[in-house]
């Protein structure tokens, strides 16, 4: 299984950006797919998960201003950010937290990376 993340990039304060993570490969069952960022020097953090059943999960810091979705006919899960600040900068990874057929066992499935500079 690979993710491939996409839509990073340098960008105002008070701009937007949508970042892709299309995922090649099966997985029997998605628990959750999600991003995460990792800022230079900082612990890497949870920005947003959307559910098997379509529920969204957003951290404090990004709440009404980004927005999580998926296409599953894709196989692609998507991240809309507006309002961007300089504290968003960071390293945003996707994330697909899988389970077995029997949904008996978790596995954790990393995209690449793909860096968003906000500017001031």
């Known amino acids: 299984v690979q993710l491939q993340a996409s839509g990073g990039g340098l960008v105002q304060a008070g701009g937007s950006l949508r970042l892709s993570c299309a995922r090649i490969?099966?997985?029997?069952?998605?628990?959750?797919m999600g991003w995460f960022r990792q800022a230079p020097g900082k612990q890497r953090e949870l920005v947003a998960t959307?559910?098997?059943?379509?529920?969204?999960n957003y951290a404090d810091s990004v709440s009404g201003r980004f927005a999580i979705s998926r296409d599953n006919a894709k196989n692609t899960v998507y991240l809309r950010m507006n309002s961007l600040k300089p504290e968003d900068t960071a390293v945003y990874y996707c994330n697909v937290r899988g389970e077995n057929m029997f949904r008996t066992k978790e596995f954790d499935y990393w995209g690449q990376g793909t860096q968003v500079t906000v500017s001031s």
């Open positions: 959307i559910a098997r059943d379509g529920t969204t």
């Open positions: 490969g099966n997985i029997d069952s998605i628990k959750y």
